[in-house]
């Protein structure tokens, strides 16, 4: 599998869809399909045309049978071009078995093959060399965009962001271990967790930060298992300074992963080493995660990003507007949108590029009617998604209690009738189970929610003024 990390440069890339459509022609399907398709021009440099091959096998045969012909036509579309490299790329440092090819297949690893003697001369020796390279560094790429500085904080996320920013700016010390971010799909988790590892990076280029998803993790470890090299696969993340899994749900079922992993995160924890976990629900709810596992998950600091507030919505799309240079929005628009789609800040995000795009393209004044029409889908799609947070806050408001009374033991009326209110609408309103809804009030058994939406549903039949509470908070949730 080629790096990709470094992109060549598009005339190059130009150049090389030109060598390769040559080859093709002059060899045919079967054979350009069999072994010179799979070949990615990684970059030039220093003028040397770095060519990837995804095996060992496949390096060795095109540098036997094609590696003259390849090494001429780059000779002949770019003269600045005095040498053709071929590597192996191999991700994490664990090779297919090298199938040797047939011994007549020509110089094996390290040899240099000359070009034919057809090979124009033009004072520069032409000449391929095939290596092997080694790629220690597992991560993931980190998204530029995703800074501490272009975090934008609100009481959402405050608690998040500051410990992020403690442990990015520790001196080689470990604050929390590990520190466990969760929070619902476009809430800002990624954002913390590229952010964490640009900063350390930053700050001290010689640790090593090894940051990628749960399902990079498990993909990794089962190419290990698959090669029989699972050493290797140890070797390179027990090595780590700063370990970083984003989305650890994605390992819930997966026993021989989670083994692997469980062992990973102790080895690390014990040698004082840095480990950032993120997931989309506390270690407590990852209910297919063995327990041993979620006891260590929430060993360290959990840190909870809560649902957006309308404040921190409008304060993102301000902040996108500074950093991007897009167009002008008119305020009312802005508002709009941080009204209408509460439930990921990706979509908003999103929804601010479709409207700026329209109005640069077809040339159209941005003002409501129009955001109204260009986002006619995504206002559909964000009218279905409500949150039980969202339900939590809007009820808690409009009876006057505080937001932690919905999770809190108290069982005064006064807390205690809205917290029912709270879980029938949450029933009425959203698609999760009794036992999810019963997790995000305190914890509670999902027959405690049967029995608050029975006795919601009885009171409105009986009491008008819970009649009026429902349907009032129903039409606001559902506007």
């Not at 599998?1 to 045919?28: C, F, K, N, V, Y």
């Not at 040397?48 to 000779?75: C, G, H, K, M």
């Not at 270690?283 to 063995?290: I, T, V």
């Not at 029938?424 to 058994?445: A, H, M, N």
């Amino acid at each position: 599998m080629a790096d990709t990390s470094q992109s060549a440069h598009p005339l190059h890339e130009e150049q090389w869809s030109a060598i390769r459509a040559h080859l093709q022609e002059e060899l045919g399907d079967a054979a350009f399909r069999s072994w010179l398709k799979p070949l990615s021009l990684r970059r030039i440099e220093d003028g040397e045309a770095q060519v990837a091959a995804p095996t060992r096998f496949l390096r060795d045969w095109v540098s036997a049978r094609y590696a003259a012909r390849i090494a001429e036509l780059w000779n002949q579309m770019n003269p600045d071009v005095h040498s053709v490299t071929i590597d192996v790329i191999v991700i994490g440092g664990i090779a297919p078995p090298a199938s040797a090819p047939d011994e007549t297949a020509g110089p094996s690893t390290g040899s240099t093959v000359a070009p034919s003697s057809e090979t124009p001369s033009r004072g520069s020796y032409l000449r391929l060399r095939a290596v092997e390279e080694k790629i220690d560094d597992l991560s993931s790429p980190l998204n530029p965009r995703f800074s501490f500085n272009e975090f934008v904080v609100g009481k959402p996320n405050e608690f998040a962001h500051a410990a992020a920013r403690r442990v990015a700016e520790a001196d080689k010390t470990v604050p929390f271990n590990p520190l466990y971010l969760y929070g619902g799909v476009g809430l800002g988790k990624t954002h913390l967790m590229h952010a964490i590892a640009r900063h350390i990076r930053e700050r001290d280029p010689t640790r090593r930060v090894l940051y990628l998803s749960a399902e990079k993790f498990m993909y990794h470890f089962v190419r290990a298992l698959r090669y029989k090299d699972t050493m290797a696969f140890k070797e390179q993340f027990r090595s780590a300074d700063v370990l970083m899994i984003d989305d650890v749900q994605f390992i819930c079922g997966k026993d021989s992963t989670q083994e692997e992993f469980f062992h990973t995160f102790n080895v690390l924890i014990d040698h004082n080493r840095q480990v950032v976990i993120s997931g989309d629900r506390s270690p407590s709810d990852l209910d297919e995660m063995e327990e041993r596992l979620r006891s260590r998950l929430g060993w360290g600091l959990v840190a909870d990003i809560h649902a957006t507030t309308y404040e921190l919505r409008l304060g993102i799309l301000h902040a996108k507007m500074e950093t991007s240079g897009m167009i002008e929005v008119p305020r009312d628009v802005l508002e709009f949108l941080a009204r209408r789609i509460s439930s990921n800040i990706r979509e908003l995000e999103m929804a601010l590029n479709r409207v700026t795009a329209h109005a640069t393209l077809v040339g159209r004044q941005i003002d409501l009617e129009m955001a109204k029409e260009v986002l006619r889908d995504v206002l559909r799609a964000s009218e279905r998604r409500i949150t039980i947070e969202e339900i939590q806050r809007r009820v808690a408001e409009h009876y006057n209690i505080k937001l932690l009374e919905m999770s809190s033991e108290r069982r005064a009326r006064a807390v205690a009738r809205p917290r029912q209110v709270a879980m029938f609408l949450s029933k009425q309103l959203t698609s999760r189970s009794l036992p999810e809804i019963g997790r995000k009030f305190g914890g509670r058994d999902h027959t405690t929610v049967m029995h608050a939406v029975r006795r919601i549903e009885e009171l409105r039949q009986s009491d008008a003024a819970i009649a009026e509470d429902v349907e009032l908070l129903k039409r606001t949730l559902e506007s």
